[in-house]
């Protein structure tokens, strides 16, 4: 699906914006600053949920519980998040711990613990606050509301290191029916002073059943979260949650898999995607623009893949961009080294629609309109390998001094 | 075969210390500062030659000429090496042009071209300037000579960024005959504006045949110039040659493969192999410190080479080197993401032999000892990931402000 299919998103739509859900949140502590690190998101009912996690090996409490409750069941009532506190590391007693916030999470909300999900980011490898976090839970369901109030605080609430909240939506029309898609996401490269986090929490009032629900979800995420990277350390919380309410349809049939309907909402929810991913990218510690690399006519898509990440992870071809310099040798070597089978004399490099590179060596460009578009704050880089039909894309940021200075005089 | 079994390296022994060797440089104007640029390393007769090359798909002139030498014959007369410009990306000119070069050379040596090899490295996609490069080739030719000064000078005459040359050696007893096996090589990260590229230059006085050779330099250069990265950009010019000129074994019979012997000289050649990229690491671009990775313990010896280079290639764990910053959560989570099977219930890390994590948390530890650890030039990491008997290492350096000037300051 390429991304010219995609619905316009609009930043004003959040996770009430479709219809079934509420959001309440609550500052108990968790953060020093005293800013708001629970959040609660609740459909009006158990509604099928897809979810998405981190591949890391190490992986927080939360991911382990949620793959555990989703082991079990099919449909959620909701998601409780905290940021601040990874709790990640922190042995059986994180877990005990994380099995205790969503019970009491139950409690207030009348259902079962393992009707909910949880997701958490922050520091890694310190016990939970245990009895702020008592305290929290309860106080962030008691104002569970809806409509743009209750998106905004959502959005902010499960914010670390992020400097602004990140949110989208789209409204389409499905057979008659206005139906939205919306989600908001916190990421930018790493959190507190430990580690690369990103959640996802989307929503839509759809009615879709699980499976297609997932595989929608999956499909989405490919081309958006798992097109990002801001330092290519994958992280152990990394989590995208769906929750499909059903509402817009009134007690009509789901979308089924393959239908017309269902390749609309995938359409919405991929924009959706794809704009919170830019939002992240946007965002990234340190970064001061966004690189949007596309690889095309390699042998695979898994070639392409491959050469795109390369590229997206170089960390000369992030100092470059950084620099506003048109640095072709250094984006066709990180490709030339990326396993691809095609070699230099067949690649077309453009930076910003500008040839800069062809038939294996630099050509002669517009030094003015390539000074400019290395001025811009989106650098679209394309490269053709002239091999085949295989394709991917990948989203990153630059590498500027503000990354070693936020990463570096950190101590734990 | 483990470090410990490596003899002792000697830095004043250079290229021309194994007998049958002669070196000469010259300042002949592809360097804009004027300094030596255009280096010669001969052997008196076609000796056994082994190299091994980049595996960059984009590959510069002198490597897929040297590639061809190779492939016709095994035994080498010597290596040309240029520095200041690494004639990549320089179409059919830059292929004629480093036979022009090696024509030259030939002349003067009275020899045939295809005996020589051809190592260069500098900015890439500029046309060699060859009214310079004719001049020098000759003169570099004209003042061959052994002894400490000419490896002084063959050393500096291949650096580019590099902030000092690096060369070591080692005298060993083989059954009665004292051999040397000596390099001089360079690298940092990056050189002139552009590319990583690492040039090393080996030579022995033992007598061993092509094969054996070959396999020698491929083990040794497997644990030294393969397991070091500094910025995880594999560059287009890599090369490391080993001439073996036999003159220490005055026609007696060639090294066997697999005897006392053979493995006596293969720990000398990795020593040296090992010296040499270490030199190169603590040379690194913007780099303040050394980080040797080890990770034993992995299902296999590839998930621990995978591990390995996914905690030395991530720019939050160097950024926490530079910082002092004894960040287990980075290390443990970007091996995490590395594709091995164990999890971290199984993992021990150390930092300079204090233990930091074990059995999935945090251990309390020492805190002036491991600040102690944190502030040396030299960071032993120790990943133990308790699932197997493979391991592997990896050296690196950190990653500093100065890494990002360096890069992102230049324009082409």
């Known amino acids: 699906m390429s991304e010219t299919d995609f619905p316009t998103v609009d930043s004003r739509l959040g996770v009430t914006a479709p219809r079934g859900f509420r959001a309440g949140t609550a500052a108990c502590g968790i953060k020093a600053s005293g800013r708001p690190d629970l959040s609660v998101l609740a459909a009006h009912a158990a509604v099928p949920a897809a979810a998405v996690f981190t591949t890391n090996r190490v992986t927080g409490a939360a991911v382990r519980l949620s793959r555990e409750h989703l082991g079990r069941r099919r449909t959620m009532r909701g998601v409780v998040a905290s940021s601040g506190n990874a709790n990640t590391c922190t042995g059986e007693q994180g877990q005990a711990d994380a099995r205790e916030m969503l019970r009491l999470a139950a409690g207030a909300l009348g259902c079962e613990a393992e009707a909910l999900l949880l997701a958490q980011t922050g520091v890694i490898g310190r016990p939970l606050p245990m009895e702020k976090v008592r305290a929290g839970v309860p106080q962030a369901c008691a104002v569970l509301a809806d409509g743009p109030d209750a ?18 939506g789209v409204r389409l029309d499905l057979a008659g029916r206005t139906v939205t898609v919306a989600g908001a996401t ?32 999956a499909r989405a995420v490919e081309s958006s979260y798992n097109a990002l990277t801001v330092d290519g350390h994958p992280s152990t919380s990394d989590t995208v949650v769906l929750l499909a309410s059903g509402e817009a349809f009134a007690g009509a049939e789901a979308v089924a898999a393959g239908s017309p309907e269902a390749e609309a909402l995938e359409r919405a929810l991929s924009a959706v995607c794809a704009d919170l991913a830019y939002q992240i ?5 340190g970064g001061t623009k966004v690189v949007v690399v596309r690889v ?17 992870n170089s960390p000369l071809v ?4 950084f620099g506003g310099d048109a640095n072709w040798g250094r984006i066709v070597s990180a490709a030339g080294a990326a396993g691809i089978t095609s070699g230099p ?16 060596m630099p050509v002669r460009t ?26 991917a894309r990948c989203l990153t940021c630059d590498l500027s001094p503000d990354y070693i200075r936020i990463n570096a005089e950190y101590t734990t």
């Open 151 to 168: 998106d905004a605080a959502f959005a902010e609430a499960i914010l670390t290191t992020d400097t602004r909240p990140k949110q989208a």
């Open 186 to 217: 916190k990421g930018v490269g790493m959190i507190e002073p430990h580690l690369a986090t990103t959640l996802g929490f989307l929503t839509t009032d759809a009615a879709v059943a699980p499976d297609p629900l997932q595989a929608m979800l």
């Open 281 to 285: 990218a946007d965002d990234a510690e």
């Open 296 to 312: 095309t006519g390699a042998a695979t898509d898994g070639e392409a893949r491959s050469a795109a990440r390369a590229i997206a």
């Open 318 to 321: 992030k100092c470059a961009v």
């Open 345 to 360: 004399e067949t690649m077309r490099l453009s930076l910003g629609g500008v040839t800069v590179f062809e038939a294996g």
């Open 366 to 391: 517009d030094a003015d309109r390539l000074a400019r578009v290395m001025a811009g704050h989106d650098i679209a880089v394309h490269l053709d390998l002239g091999a085949g039909d295989g394709e």
